[in-house]
Nanobody, 122 residues
């Protein structure tokens, strides 16, 4: 089992920044690729970003490219999502997930955190 706990969400004005963290415990963190997803009210959970096991490869959903950066610190068993130039449409609950490979699909991940709310005001 892998336990994931997100933090760093909050309320920010449009154009602002937030840094989300996801701390993992349980099995060896570097054995897992990590993903970030988000879910807005009434919408399906959607892919945001993913990072490979040792952080060599990163992937982003088109609308966040150039604004969001995913990174990981395997020594701290933590993955991060730096979000800059935030827009109201980024408002959602953000989830981190762990799986065997970096994947843009929800079903590609085995373990999920509980999520952290990000609200961007206009």
């Amino acid at each position: 089992q892998v336990q994931l706990v997100e933090s760093g969400g909050g309320l920010v004005q449009a154009g602002g920044s937030l840094r989300l963290s996801c701390a993992a415990s349980g099995r060896t963190f570097s054995n897992y690729a990590m993903g970030w997803f988000r879910q807005a009210p009434g919408k399906e959970r959607e892919f945001v970003a993913a990072i490979s096991r040792i952080g060599v490869n990163t992937y982003y959903e088109d609308s966040v490219k150039g604004r969001f950066t995913v990174s990981r610190d395997n020594a701290k068993s933590t993955v991060y999502l730096q979000m800059n130039s935030l827009k109201p449409e980024d408002t959602a609950v953000y989830f981190c997930a762990a799986g065997p490979r970096a994947d843009a699909h929800v079903l590609g991940y085995t373990y999920w955190g509980q999520g952290t709310q990000v609200t961007v005001s206009s």
